[in-house]
């Protein structure tokens, strides 16, 4: 895998709520700042260890993470790349920051896809409906 320039790795809240489940949505940027590639991965929680795998499986050791700044996300680093947490604190001013301009607007997208496509969403699936809107990493 060639190295990509940015990876912007989030999720709405570190807390999973009955009836969510949580996922991981990496975007890799250009030079320019412009997507050229997503991943959406459903995961079994926010914890170091399960990042630590995500990380390993899809990211290249020296490519630069932007995170919201969950704790977990700290696992990029030990993958040996650069991290830049932004604690963005929730509500609606976290998404007006422009770091997450493009993995918001893209998971808008693909949420609102997802709800006029599908009757129902079933968490089985999950994956399935993610890969979906991906772009090849």
Not at 52 to 57: A, D
Not at 85 to 108: D, H, K, Q, R, Y
Request: glycine share 10%.
């Amino acid at each position: 895998m060639m190295p990509i320039g940015a990876v912007s790795v989030g999720v709405a809240s570190g807390v999973v709520v009955q009836g969510e489940s949580p996922f991981v949505a990496a975007v890799a940027t250009n030079q320019q700042g412009h997507p050229i590639a997503m991943k959406l991965t459903k995961v079994k929680g926010f914890r170091t260890e399960e990042i630590s795998r995500w990380t390993e499986k899809h990211l290249v050791s020296d490519c630069y993470v932007v995170s919201d700044g969950l704790p977990c996300f700290r696992a990029v680093e030990d993958a040996g790349c650069e991290h830049e947490a932004i604690v963005t604190g929730g509500g609606p001013c976290s998404v007006e920051l422009e770091a997450f301009t493009w993995i918001n607007t893209m998971i808008g997208n693909v949420k609102n896809s997802i709800h006029g496509s599908y009757h129902a969403i079933n968490e089985k699936h999950l994956p399935r409906y993610l890969a979906e809107f991906c772009l090849p990493l």
